[in-house]
Every structure is written in structure tokens, then in C-alpha cells.
């Protein structure tokens, strides 16, 4: 069936390494995916966003990349800072399918000083 | 500041008891969501709705339901509460147009069943 899942469920990285979180998506119809940040007691924020159209994405410190050869995503934090401590998530939507997103399990970024 | 509130941070309810989840948006948004959120399980959709009065089973909805009475409220109900509904329930909403399908979630509520 369709899924959205991540490769790993943990990430450690050193303060100011960049991170890669990366994420497997299955539907190859999928026109859009999004990635969550969700720090703990809260609840998840939007990071970024890609239409199934482009290949990479940047905002302010962040970059995703999709790969729809593979069906891959990924997202990439420079200079990790130990307030990008938290779990995230990508997601995905299908247009025809209204605006409701499938969410992936989620990778937990510790960022070690 | 756009915001999804609900109304309790943490609950602590008994087995059997009838418990409401109320959630709140203030960004005019067409679209709600309810998901429970579980270790090892990521987020599972309960509840959603696209309009007033209208909602629709997401992938989860046993021994839950919903009311959208107004556009900018969305409650979730759990009729006979039982220990395995003990979780972080996340309310979230969205504008629903084309190509605006990011989600605006609340800090859910902990609920725990005993």
C-alpha cells in the first residue's frame, strides 16, 4: 500500500555538522511534500515545502531535495544548532486526492554540543 | 499570530467516561484534522473535515467522533473512553485551495485513560 517512512528512526550529529534526514515515499503521484518539525510537548511546525515538479528547495538553513527517480526525499540542516534538537516527519499530498497529507514516521535529531 | 488551540495541554480521565477534545482555529481555514500520535507509530488520522457539519473517517476512527458545528471549531469525542485511547491527540488545520495544503497544528493534549 501507499507509505511515507524514513530511513532512520535516530540521527546524532555534532553541534554546527550538517544534518540529512532523509525520507522513502512510495506513491509516485504524489505533487507535494512538506516537512514537520516537532520539538518535545509540542506540536509539529512547518519547516519547507516541494511540489513534485522541482528537485530542491532552499530556506534559511535548511534544503530539500527530491529525487522521483527513487522516490526520495531529503533534508538537509546546515550547521546543526542544538535548537534543531527534535523529531521530524515528512509528509506528502496528492492533489486528486484533496489536501489531506500522509505522514511519515518521523527521525529524532540529537544535536550534541 | 495564526493558531491552533486546544483546550487542554494534559487530561487524566476514567474508563468509560465520555471525553471532549475541543480544538480552535483562528485562520478562517476550510479544513480540520484530528490525529493521535503514538511511540513507534508516528501520526494516525482519526477524524477529518472539509466543511461545517461535514466529516469524514480517517484511518483510525473506532471509538471516536466528531462535531464541526462552526468553521472554526472541531471537537473530538471519545464516547466510552478505555485505557488504549491514552495518547498526544494533535488537532490541525489547513486552508484546503489548491496548492496550499500545509497543515497549522495545535501543542496537543495528553490524555491519559485510567
Known amino acids: 500500500g501507499e507509505s511515507v517512512g524514513l530511513h532512520l528512526p535516530t540521527l546524532s550529529v555534532q553541534e554546527g555538522d550538517n544534518s540529512i534526514i532523509n525520507c522513502a515515499y512510495s506513491?509516485?503521484?504524489?505533487?507535494?511534500f512538506i516537512w514537520y518539525k516537532q520539538e518535545s510537548g509540542k506540536g509539529p511546525q512547518f519547516i519547507i515545502d516541494?511540489?513534485?515538479?522541482?528537485d530542491k528547495r532552499q530556506g534559511q538553513r535548511v534544503t530539500v531535495l527530491l529525487n522521483k527517480t527513487v522516490k526520495h526525499l531529503s533534508l538537509q540542516i546546515a550547521a546543526t544548532q542544538p535548537g534543531d534538537s527534535a523529531v521530524y516527519f515528512c509528509?506528502?499530498?496528492?492533489?486528486?486526492?484533496?489536501?489531506?497529507?500522509?505522514f511519515g514516521e518521523g527521525t529524532q535529531l540529537t544535536v550534541n554540543p | 499570530d495564526v493558531k491552533v488551540t486546544q483546550s487542554s495541554r494534559y487530561l487524566v480521565k476514567r474508563t468509560g467516561e465520555k471525553v471532549f477534545l475541543e480544538c480552535v482555529q483562528d485562520?478562517?481555514?476550510?479544513?480540520m484534522f484530528w490525529y493521535r500520535q503514538d511511540p513507534g507509530l508516528g501520526l494516525r488520522l482519526i477524524y477529518f473535515?472539509?466543511?461545517?457539519?461535514?466529516?469524514e473517517k480517517g484511518d483510525i476512527p473506532e471509538g471516536y467522533s466528531v462535531s464541526r458545528e462552526k468553521k472554526e471549531r472541531f471537537s473530538l469525542i471519545l464516547e466510552s473512553a478505555s485505557t488504549n485511547q491514552t495518547s498526544m491527540y494533535l488537532c490541525?488545520?489547513?486552508?484546503?485551495?489548491?496548492?496550499?495544503?500545509?497543515?497549522?497544528f495545535g501543542s496537543g493534549t495528553r490524555l491519559t485513560v485510567v
Open positions: 490541525a488545520s489547513s486552508f484546503g485551495g489548491q496548492g496550499l495544503y500545509g497543515y497549522t
Open positions: 506513491n509516485s503521484a504524489s505533487d507535494y
Open positions: 509528509a506528502e499530498v496528492r492533489e486528486t486526492s484533496g489536501s489531506r497529507l500522509t
Open positions: 485562520m478562517d481555514h476550510e479544513n
Open positions: 473535515s472539509y466543511d461545517v457539519k461535514m466529516k
Open positions: 516541494i511540489r513534485s515538479n522541482m
